[in-house]
Structures are given as C-alpha cells and as structure tokens.
Nanobody
Framework: QVQLVESGGGSVQAGGSLRLSCAAY????????MGWFRQAPGKQREGVASIDTSSGSTRYADSVKGRFTISQDNAKNTVYLQMNNLKPEDTAMYYC???????????????????RGQGTQVTVSS
C-alpha cells in the first residue's frame, strides 16, 4: 500500500505563490507517475501537472504552464508543486496522485491514478 500526504495549501492574494508538498509512504518502488490534479466545487477534475518518477519528464495543463512547476526529491519520496502568479481561477482542492501503470505519465493519467492523497485547499482571492 502507498499513502500520500499533502501539505502546503492555504489562502493567498492573486499574484502570490504557494508550494505544495506530497510525501509518499509505503511501497513506493512501484510508483511510475506522480502528479497533482485539482477540483473546484461544481467543476470537473483537472489534471494540473505530472512527473515521470524515473525520467523526471514533466507535463502541465495549458492553464498553468509557465506558472506552476512540478519537481521531485527521490531521496525523500516527495513531489512538489511550486505555484507562482496564482489566479482566482486556481482556487480548488488540490490532490496528489500516484500511479503504477507502465504508461506514459501525463496529466490525464494523474486524474485517474490509483492512489491519491486527502487533498489540500488552495484559495486565491482577487
């Protein structure tokens, strides 16, 4: 079993920054893809960023390109999401996700990943 624990959410004004962290515990050797998706009330789940844990290759949703950066610290089994120039439309619950399938790691894979954390709220005010 793998447990994902997120931290770092909060409330900021537009233009501000936040960094989310996601620590993975348990059997982490089999994780192939990690990332973040978000969901706001009444809206569809949206994949935000993904990272191939082996190659380090990253992908982003168009809505966050140039503003968000996903990274990993393999020694700590931790993935980060640095969010800069935040906008009110970024307000959502953010979930860390991990998948074990040997497929290409994309934001779509992240949205349907087999493991996810409990979520952390990000609120951006105008």
């Amino acid at each position: 079993q793998v447990q994902l624990v997120e931290s770092g959410g909060g409330s900021v004004q537009a233009g501000g920054s936040l960094r989310l962290s996601c620590a993975a515990y348990g059997y982490t050797d089999g994780i192939y893809c990690m990332g973040w998706f978000r969901q706001a009330p009444g809206k569809q789940r949206e994949g935000v960023a993904s990272i191939d844990t082996s190659s380090g290759s990253t992908r982003y949703a168009d809505s966050v390109k140039g503003r968000f950066t996903i990274s990993q610290d393999n020694a700590k089994n931790t993935v980060y999401l640095q969010m800069n120039n935040l906008k009110p439309e970024d307000t959502a619950m953010y979930y860390c996700a991990a998948d074990f399938s040997p497929a290409v790691c994309t934001v779509v894979v992240v949205t349907s990943a087999s493991r996810r954390g409990q979520g952390t709220q990000v609120t951006v005010s105008s």
